[in-house]
């Protein structure tokens, strides 16, 4: 077995040609692999550089404007208990064709989109919330129905692209942060007795049971 393994071995090496072919042939699956796995193992190493940006469509608007500030920031992630940065900064993005082609083209790795009616249907939804704390009959149930039909109304949009599929579990928890900081904007500013009331049942709504996020995935573009 050795003569034949040190006969094929010389029979390699007795042209340069033919070293450096098979030398070739061997480096081919190895810069594979290791192409392959540094692409693969632990992607969540490069969460630290997804860029976020906050697309409000309703500028001006006090509810849509507070929410846009409390996007704003750095949010965590816990993968396997380490903890990453996600950044998340405001855009000058004037429409949502054009945050989705943002998406696309690789300029930010996610858009929050704010919807233009916003503001106009949180008051909407905090009016008809104190009208009907003031009722006997003012349950939790009335406060989901609520804010599930502002949340119909005025979604918040949230475009992320196919290349962060690996992140689909911890883009499920940021959408409940997001969700989160929305039912905040049906807490009225009085002080009143009825809006405590609001104020208690909007802080038992979980938001498995109201979502105010569409979450869409966009696929980037091909030269990106």
């Not at 790795?109 to 008051?123: D, G, H």
């Not at 959408?175 to 009331?197: E, N, R, V």
Request: zero cysteines.
């Amino acid at each position: 077995m050795w003569k034949t393994f040190f006969a094929e071995f010389k029979y390699i090496f007795s042209n340069k040609w033919k070293a450096i072919g098979w030398i070739f042939m061997l480096f081919i699956p190895l810069l594979y692999g290791f192409l392959y796995m540094n692409a693969y193992w632990s992607p969540f190493k490069h969460v630290d550089a997804l860029k976020i940006a906050v697309v409000n469509l309703n500028k001006g608007g006090a509810d849509a404007d507070n929410v846009a500030k409390s996007f704003v920031d750095k949010d965590t992630v816990t993968v396997a208990g380490d903890i990453y940065n996600i950044t998340v900064v405001d855009s000058d993005i004037n429409s949502q064709e054009d945050a989705e082609e943002a998406v696309k083209a690789g300029k930010y790795s996610a858009v929050i989109i704010i919807p233009k009616n916003y503001s106009t249907e949180a008051q909407n939804a905090k009016t008809a919330l104190l009208s009907k704390a003031s009722s006997s009959s003012f349950t939790l149930s009335d406060v989901s129905n609520i804010a599930k039909e502002f949340s119909s109304k005025a979604p918040i949009t949230f475009y992320n692209s196919y290349k962060n599929n690996y992140l689909e579990g911890e883009m499920t928890n940021f959408g409940a942060g997001l969700s989160s900081l929305a039912l905040k904007s049906l807490i009225p500013t009085t002080t009143s007795p009825a809006a405590q009331i609001v104020k208690s049942l909007l802080d038992s709504i979980h938001t498995d049971d109201v979502s105010f996020i569409e979450h869409h995935k966009v696929a980037p573009n091909i030269n990106t």
